[in-house]
T-cell receptor, first 114, second 115 residues
Framework: AQSVAQPEDQVNVAEGNPLTVKCTYS??????LFWYVQYPNRGLQFLLK??????LVKGSYGFEAEFNKSQTSFHLKKPSALVSDSALYFC????????????FGSGTRLQVQP | EAQVTQNPRYLITVTGKKLTVTCSQN?????MSWYRQDPGLGLRQIYY???????DKGDVPEGYKVSRKEKRNFPLILESPSPNQTSLYFC??????????????FGPGTRLTVT
């Protein structure tokens, strides 16, 4: 069975500082990894994904994530946080079978203070 | 605009009263899926569909039914809702191209309360 862990319920960072939201995963076979963001009363918006290739993946709104196979991690990063980045972030993994079910972490709330 | 739509967005109902939550996508995606989101549990897959007339159970299918008669629509049916089905529901879709490795597009969510 596949699983995702987001060890921090909340991350607080000052505007302009770098941010990291942590994610570790467990899956048999090749992992497909995703980050989604959820704003209040909104659906999930896709940020970025790792399927294969370069370990550093760049996505929307200046976010990037680094895939580390040996540590089974896929941490989300941004060099300079904005207040508007405050939201709920979900890491997700799926295996390469046909079911294509995304297994989500429990989410990390990012709070960027002005 | 490419999107996944869900209706209704909010629903309060009583135990045992059958209801249907509709989901529609305009991206010609073959794959569609339903998730429920509960605090502290993230999202869990209820049912999914690889294509028209092809559906299968996800991780938490009990108490739910689905159908996929048309490519664009994937309704979620609760025959006899119970309070433990109070949750936030999301529909998602993705294409089968690129061996199905693309991202899933999510609808805006349906907040269901069963009293």
């Amino acid at each position: 069975a596949q699983s995702v862990a987001q060890p921090e319920d909340q991350v607080n960072v000052a505007e302009g500082n770098p941010l990291t939201v942590k994610c570790t995963y467990s899956v048999s076979g090749n992992p497909y990894l995703f980050w989604y963001v959820q704003y209040p009363n909104r659906g999930l918006q896709f940020l970025l994904k790792y399927i294969t290739g370069d370990n550093l993946v760049k996505g929307s709104y200046g976010f990037e994530a680094e895939f580390n196979k040996s540590q089974t991690s896929f941490h989300l990063k941004k060099p300079s946080a904005l207040v508007s980045d405050s939201a709920l972030y979900f890491c997700a993994v799926r295996d390469d079978t046909g079911r294509r079910a995304l297994t989500f972490g429990s989410g990390t709330r990012l709070q960027v203070q002005p | 605009e490419a999107q996944v739509t869900q209706n209704p967005r909010y629903l309060i109902t009583v135990t045992g009263k059958k209801l249907t939550v509709t989901c529609s996508q305009n991206m010609n995606h073959e794959y569609m899926s339903w998730y429920r989101q509960d605090p502290g549990l993230g999202l869990r897959q209820i049912y999914y569909s690889m294509n028209v007339e092809v559906t299968d159970k996800g991780d938490v299918p009990e108490g739910y039914k689905v159908s996929r008669k048309e490519k664009r629509n994937f309704p979620l049916i609760l025959e006899s809702p119970s309070p433990n089905q109070t949750s936030l529901y999301f529909c998602a879709s993705s294409a089968n191209r690129d061996r199905g490795r693309g991202e899933q597009y999510f609808g805006p969510g349906t907040r269901l309360t069963v009293t």
